[in-house]
């Protein structure tokens, strides 16, 4: 079954404590991308990678790192969590960019950090 | 967790009647359009999409609709049903960037 997996998929954290959010995909997918979802401001994209090793920002990337050293794995970095990091966060893949292949989405992971 | 559907504009409909969903994007130069719906607790799901030389795309019970001009897409969903109820969001693409609309939700009244 084609998945895009992130865990956990709940987690309260405390200021300043490093954590990491996995995500994998088993649909050999070049293209991979973190979302924030926060109310009233929708998904917002944080980082995205073309393939492996390649990476870039997006929208609000402050904050975050990500790496991509294997094609079906793109950890998201929070070094230095803070309150404002509080929100629901999606892993999404697809075959390539866009236009035209279909953005398969994870089930979300809500993050607090108090 | 907070849910993601607080502030967002509502529609409300019966079952049956069809609904429209309208979306402003923001760059003239996205060539392409997505539709996503989300049910509570869950990740995006795909509806329909659309490129941007075309005005016109139907899928089953949806069709979507773009007008460049002013840059709005639309959702249409024929014969609404209870299980349509969601946060219906539209994507915009250029390149490699996807960026989202704040959302619409959903409410179907049997």
């Known amino acids: 079954e084609a998945q895009v997996t992130q865990n956990p998929r709940y987690l309260i954290t405390v200021t300043g404590k490093k954590l990491t959010v996995t995500c994998s995909q088993n649909?050999?997918?070049?293209?991979m991308s973190w979302y924030r979802q926060d109310p009233g401001l929708g998904l917002r994209q944080i980082y995205y990678?073309?393939?492996?090793?390649?990476?870039d920002k997006g929208d609000v990337p402050e904050g975050y790192k990500v790496s991509r050293k294997e094609k079906r794995n793109f950890p998201l970095i929070l070094e230095s969590p803070s309150p404002n990091q509080t929100s629901l966060y999606f892993c999404?893949?697809?075959?390539?960019?866009?236009?035209?292949?279909?953005?398969?989405f994870g089930e979300g992971s809500w993050l607090t950090v108090v | 967790g907070e849910s993601v559907g607080l502030h967002l504009p509502t529609l409300s409909v019966q079952e049956g009647d069809n609904s429209i969903i309208n979306c402003a994007y923001s760059?003239?130069?996205?060539?392409?359009f997505i539709w996503y719906k989300q049910e509570s607790g869950k990740g995006p799901q795909f509806i329909i999409d659309?490129?941007?030389?075309?005005d016109k795309r139907q899928g089953q019970r949806v069709t979507v609709l773009l007008n460049k001009t002013v840059k709005h897409l639309s959702l249409q969903i024929a014969a609404t049903q209870p299980g349509d109820s969601a946060v219906y969001f539209c994507?915009?693409?250029?390149?490699?960037?996807?960026?989202f609309g704040k959302g619409t939700m959903l409410l179907v009244s049997p």
């Open positions: 999404a893949s697809s075959f390539s960019g866009f236009p035209g292949n279909t953005i398969y």
């Open positions: 649909m050999n997918h070049e293209y």
């Open positions: 990678s073309m393939n492996v090793e390649v990476t």
């Open positions: 760059n003239s130069a996205s060539d392409y």
């Open positions: 659309i490129r941007s030389n075309m």
């Open positions: 994507a915009e693409a250029l390149y490699s960037t996807l960026t």
